[in-house]
């Protein structure tokens, strides 16, 4: 385990494995039951939206993690849930990117200021971002363009 704040952590079924998901302050670390080493570290920069389905009982977490989705099945009612609201409140409160250099006037969009439109449209349609700060985002970013 890391120094790190540990916001949540649970256990589910990944792959059919047994998996240990934990959130701390850097972002998500994986260990699978009964592997050798330290596990999977995942930053938060890398992932762009969670969603979870519940439940009596036990409900499935789906992380989008760039852009492919890892859903855990089998995860505890109230884990579920927790780690879903502590995920969001951290992806919410990520510093953001440093900004790119301000183009050439007249210069096109570059790619990567198109990528981060599209990010930022993935993040407020996973529930990560509400509209406002969605809209609030998108200014800033063509501003910069």
Request: hydrophobic residues 35%.
């Amino acid at each position: 385990m890391t120094d790190d704040r540990a916001w949540s952590s649970t256990s589910g079924m990944l792959d059919g494995r047994l998996v240990l998901v934990e959130l701390t302050d850097d972002g998500l670390h994986l260990r699978v039951d009964g592997d050798p080493g330290d596990g999977e570290r995942i930053p938060l920069s890398r992932i762009t939206g969670v969603d979870a389905q519940v439940g009596a009982w036990t409900g499935y977490v789906s992380i989008e993690i760039d852009g492919a989705d890892r859903t855990f099945s089998r995860v505890p009612k109230r884990e579920a849930k927790a780690l879903v609201e502590a995920l969001r409140a951290q992806l919410r409160h990520r510093p953001e990117p440093a900004p790119e250099p301000a183009p050439e006037s007249g210069t096109p969009p570059t790619g990567s200021a198109l990528e981060e439109l599209e990010r930022l449209g993935r993040l407020r349609h996973n529930g990560v971002l509400t509209e406002a700060e969605f809209e609030s985002a998108k200014a800033t970013l063509l501003k910069r363009l």
